[in-house]
């Protein structure tokens, strides 16, 4: 898997990207939707059939009123002519401004603008008729022929209304429900981008881990690799030097190892160095770092320790490697490894310095004869000079 880190931060670009271009579509769809909505579900009917349904009563009452005054026209009959004709004028003027408050209903009652004139009309000129038949009853023929004419323009117009009213009505629970409907896709479509954005993000995250796993480790072996190992070393030193603290570096190479590899072949070859490396961990404590460096070499990086430790550390990392039965990968299997050792007392040291110091220990260990560890230790650090140099000042 040969990513760079760089496309991947490209990849995430791309990912984020596409996510505000989803984003600001699914904006543009439900701003769109909305705003077509608006009028009708703004629109409240309720008090608006209220009003219908109230201006539809007063026909009957109109009815009962002239009929009366017809049968005795007097006074007081005139008074309740006036008072109805004054409800149905004052429901037609509510009924009138309720309609204009709904825009699509308005348009869709526009063809009875004419009725509503005649509606007003025929109102005033009732009521000055009635008034007339008050003193002259050869009137009241007349006046009977216009009741019938306003109630039946009354009863037209009304019941043109409330089918209008109904139908909107109806419009508008259709228009919910779809608005329902999408807001709940919009829903699980956010949710679903939201989802699809985090399982990109935690890919990311882990291809972006492994790739710095390969980036820092050894594909045979896990363990770290020399890259590593440098970037550790230079840190490690770095704190060593801060703390006055010594550190030891162990450089380990398997002896004879060409032997296995001609002899068992490369596979068991391989596999002798993953048990190697397996020791090696078993052996280090959690804040060694332990690398494999080249084919057949290993190193052991100490944080915090002496070179005794360091040495009794290498004897048993030589003894269990000695130890280790391979008899599976070959007959008479049996792997030894050469350790050369170095300390900085103080970090002090570079680590080229150091890995320099331990390859020596590391050639005499296998000049004098393999399967052992053998010690090199820097000339005196800066530390170490300037206590040496104030002990002598002292003996003076
Ligand atoms: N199986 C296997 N062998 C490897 C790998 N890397 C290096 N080698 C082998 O390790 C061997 C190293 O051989 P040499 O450098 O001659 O050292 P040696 O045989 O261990 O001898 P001394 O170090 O002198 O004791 C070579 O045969 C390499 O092919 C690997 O990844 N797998």
Redesign the pocket.
């Known amino acids: 898997m040969n990513i760079p880190l760089e496309a991947l931060s490209a990849k995430s670009w791309r990912i984020a990207i596409l996510t505000a271009i989803v984003a600001i579509g699914i904006a543009l769809l439900v701003s769109y939707y909305v705003h077509s909505a608006r009028q009708h579900l703004g629109a409240d009917y309720t008090a608006l059939v209220g009003n219908i349904v109230r201006a539809q009563q007063t026909t009957p009452q109109l009815d009962h009123a002239l009929e009366s005054f017809i049968d005795e026209p007097i006074g007081l009959h005139l008074r309740q002519i006036r008072h109805t004709l004054w409800l149905s004028s004052n429901y037609l003027d509510q009924v009138s401004h309720g309609l204009s408050q709904h825009s699509q209903l308005y348009r869709d009652t526009a063809y009875l603008g004419d009725d509503f004139t005649r509606l007003r009309g025929q109102i005033i000129t009732l009521e000055e008729q009635a008034e007339a038949a008050l003193v002259d009853r050869s009137l009241l023929p007349e006046l009977q022929r216009l009741s019938m004419d306003i109630e039946a323009t009354m009863a037209w117009t009304y019941s043109e209304l409330n089918a209008a009213v109904h139908s909107a009505a109806g419009r508008q629970r259709f228009i919910m429900q779809r608005l329902s409907w999408a807001v709940t896709a919009l829903v699980v479509a956010v949710m679903l981008v939201a989802l699809a954005l985090l399982a990109a993000v935690l890919r990311l995250q882990r291809q972006r881990n492994t790739l710095k796993m390969l980036m820092l480790t050894d594909e ?1 072996t896990g363990l770290y690799n020399r890259r590593h190992l440098v970037d550790a070393a230079s840190r490690e030193l770095n704190d060593a030097q801060r703390h006055q603290q010594p550190l030891s570096l162990l450089l380990l ?7 296995v ?1 001609d002899t068992y072949g ?1 596979p068991a ?2 596999d002798v ?1 993953r048990k190697v490396s397996q020791q090696l961990r078993n052996i280090s404590r959690a804040t060694d770092i332990v690398a494999r460096i080249g ?2 070499e290993f190193c052991v990086l100490m944080p915090n320790t002496t070179v005794d430790d360091a040495e009794s550390v290498a004897e048993r990392i030589r003894h269990a490697i000695a130890l280790e039965p391979l008899t599976h990968l070959g007959a008479n299997l049996q792997q030894t490894v050469s350790i050369g050792v170095t300390t900085s007392l103080d970090g002090s040291h570079s680590f080229e310095k150091l890995y320099s110091l331990a390859d020596q220990a590391l050639y005499q260990a ?1 000049e004098l004869g ?1 399967n052992r560890v053998e010690c090199v230790l820097p000339p005196h650090s800066s530390s170490e000079r300037q206590a040496i140099l104030t002990n002598s000042q002292l003996d003076i």
Do not use: I, M, S, T
Request: cysteine-free; charged content about 40%.
């Open positions: 045979l190479d398997l002896d004879y190892f060409k032997h590899n490369h070859g391989d160095l084919g057949e296998k393999r």
